[in-house]
């Protein structure tokens, strides 16, 4: 029996989390035989629930237990080696971000001999001055657990050069997945001890802190097996490009992540030519060398890089079996990368395009030819970050040989014209949108809402999209809603067409929703923005919701947050937060939450609504918890 810890709710007083604790104590007893695997997380906030395994006088034993994640918890080291110390064999120990230090966390693995997963991960800032013991410590592990399969290891306490690599590559002939964080200092006698004919490696991981010459090249021939590779670094070389084409052939995912800020990176023609800071992204000749001979590829991640269309469009059309693309910030890319993904990768699955100054018109044609995507995200850049920045259709972004890339005979679908399809009419006829008489007044609210139709046709089965800062029209969004009726969560903030038109259409298409973000951005003014008659749709449609979001929106009235506050009870039993903006300038009075909505709160919530309140702010935007978490075992 596996067990996960991590879903239970915080308690309101320390009375309430020791009993708790001594409740899950008792139970985990109960199925001590049956015990596998444990899982604490973040909200075993109190240490008495990490002696679980006892003391030297009182020592628990669970015989099945092989797995150990203290993730994101409080665990001492003194819990952690009772543990081990009564159950050495233990096969899995996983520490990410724990007051456990990497020295700790290293002598206690030690002493587990059958152990095949070991990950280690912190976020400490401070250098130790003992470095050189911490290195000796690892170096020991692999010595004492041969057995290792998976080792992932990423901290900045260590040095992990040379003389690390060598040992587990020396004494773990089972490894299939190596992840560190690397030394700047890296040499070909790293991986001196690897075998390439018996190697098991398939995935590897090297994050660099401050390398900025070519290492890949005499990396990767190691490893002819590796159908997973994830480089960090300052840096991305031809050379080390050339190395994954030639040497990884069954290549299967391909993640290159800058460890350097985005401001910091070269910006357009020019500031590649002069760059003078030493920071080289991924290009498009490298990535076309790399995707001509890995034509097995189906996960490609290379955000903010310097790719082009072309490069792109060679991807999709050497690798059909594409599933996973992340090429969020890169400038150069346009609607033509769009229309290859639309032709070429029938088979994806996740596209993330952040950042992005490409229109969101052009995305029609990959919803409606890539029939297996779940997840598109496709923010645009903020209109800040756009200001001064050209449109990514001119003419100079474009690559001069586009026409050789068979995509000059593919056009855009146009978004259809709504008001014309019997669908919205239809829409119209049950909302009563046309009422122009309608107002923001309390007195005009009600739940006098149909529920949704089954949809019929045959739709796209994306569950997570996200358009924020979205340009486009009102009727091109209500299309790809319709859509998209399987959506689970779906982020419209800063929208310019967030109007009770498009809201309406939202709730009567998606009744999936569980999450919902509407947001108004500061710059936006809420004068043609939905308002109640949109809320209430919601509230009436989307019984699912457990997260929404209407920041910065001067329409919604209080009327209409008192039903939604009713509406908890009934219609909106699985809401858990809320986000609004209240008080002077916003048609919503902070009185409706403390009237209304007060007995639905967390402890947490009420304080923040009573610091809000007595600091006498004019108005402020607020954060609302329910007390809807429930005890998952």
């Not at 209240?582 to 967390?602: E, M, N, Q």
């Not at 402890?603 to 600091?615: A, F, H, R, V, Y």
Request: glycine share 4%.
């Amino acid at each position: 029996m596996d067990v996960d810890l991590s879903e239970i709710p915080l308690a309101k007083n320390g009375q309430d989390l020791s009993n708790i604790h001594q409740g899950l104590q008792n139970f985990l007893h109960s199925i001590k035989n049956s015990l596998k695997s444990i899982t604490f997380g973040s909200v075993c906030h109190d240490g008495s629930i990490y002696q679980l395994f006892g003391s030297s006088f009182n020592s628990a034993i669970f015989p099945a237990l092989r797995s150990l994640d203290y993730s994101y918890s409080y665990v001492s080291p003194r819990d952690l080696r009772l543990a081990i110390t009564t159950h050495p064999d233990i096969e899995t120990l996983i520490l990410c971000h724990t007051p456990i230090s990497f020295h700790e966390a290293m002598t206690e693995a030690l002493h587990l001999p059958n152990l095949k997963v070991l990950i280690f991960q912190d976020s400490s800032c401070f250098f130790h001055r003992h470095i050189n013991v911490i290195k000796f410590h690892v170096m020991k592990v692999p010595k004492m657990c041969t057995k290792l399969e998976i080792v992932k290891l990423h901290t900045i306490l260590a040095d992990l050069d040379d003389q690390v690599i060598q040992q587990f590559t020396k004494h773990c002939p089972n490894l299939k997945s190596l992840s560190l964080t690397c030394s700047s200092n890296l040499s070909p006698d790293a991986f001196i001890f690897s075998k390439t004919s018996t190697t098991s490696l398939t995935s590897l991981e090297l994050k660099d802190r401050q390398r900025t010459e070519p290492y890949l090249c005499f990396v990767v021939p190691w490893f002819p097996h590796l159908t997973h590779l994830a480089v960090s670094g300052h840096c991305v070389h031809l050379e080390d490009c050339c190395a994954i084409a030639t040497y990884c052939p069954n290549l299967e995912e391909l993640i290159f992540q800058a460890n350097s800020s985005k401001n910091d990176r070269p910006q357009g023609i020019f500031g590649h030519i002069l760059n003078t800071n030493g920071l080289y992204t991924l290009c498009g000749t490298e990535l076309i060398a790399i995707v001509e001979k890995c034509k097995k590829l189906k996960k490609v991640h290379a955000p903010y890089s310097d790719i082009d269309d072309k490069s792109v469009v060679c991807l999709t059309e050497q690798c059909p079996h594409l599933e996973d693309v992340n090429f969020s910030g890169c400038h150069r890319l346009t609607k033509v990368s769009l229309l290859a993904f639309s032709k070429n990768s029938l088979q994806l699955k996740k596209l993330h395009f952040q950042e992005s100054s490409i229109s969101h018109e052009h995305l029609m044609n990959v919803l409606l030819k890539c029939r297996k995507l779940r997840e598109v995200f496709f923010d645009r850049k903020s209109r800040v970050e756009m200001v001064n920045v050209p449109s990514q259709d001119t003419q100079f972004n474009l690559p001069r040989d586009i026409s050789n890339v068979s995509l000059s005979n593919l056009d855009d679908i146009p978004y259809i014209d709504m008001s014309t399809s019997a669908e919205d009419e239809l829409l119209f006829d049950k909302c009563d949108i046309e009422n122009s008489s309608f107002t923001n007044s309390c007195s005009d609210l009600s739940f006098e809402f149909d529920l949704p139709e089954k949809v019929l046709h045959n739709y796209s089965p994306v569950k997570r999209l996200s358009l924020r800062q979205s340009s486009a029209e009102e009727k091109f969004l209500q299309a790809m809603v319709m859509e998209c009726p399987s959506l689970t969560l779906l982020s419209l903030d800063g929208a310019d067409a967030l109007t009770d038109d498009l809201v309406i259409t939202i709730a009567k298409n998606c009744s999936n929703l569980e999450t919902l973000g509407l947001s108004l951005s500061v710059h936006q003014d809420s004068e043609l923005k939905f308002g109640d008659r949109g809320l209430l749709s919601l509230v009436n449609c989307c019984r699912k919701l457990e997260c929404l979001s209407f920041l910065n929106n001067r329409n919604i009235t209080s009327g209409a947050v008192q039903l939604l506050f009713q509406a908890l009870e009934t219609n909106l039993s699985s809401l858990r937060t809320v986000s609004l903006c209240v008080g002077d300038g916003y048609a919503c009075s902070p009185s409706v939450i403390s009237l209304y909505g007060l007995k639905y709160l967390t402890e947490d919530s009420k304080k923040q609504l009573k610091s809000s309140t007595t600091e006498r702010n004019t108005s402020f935007f607020i954060h609302l918890d329910f007390k809807r978490m429930k005890l998952c075992l």
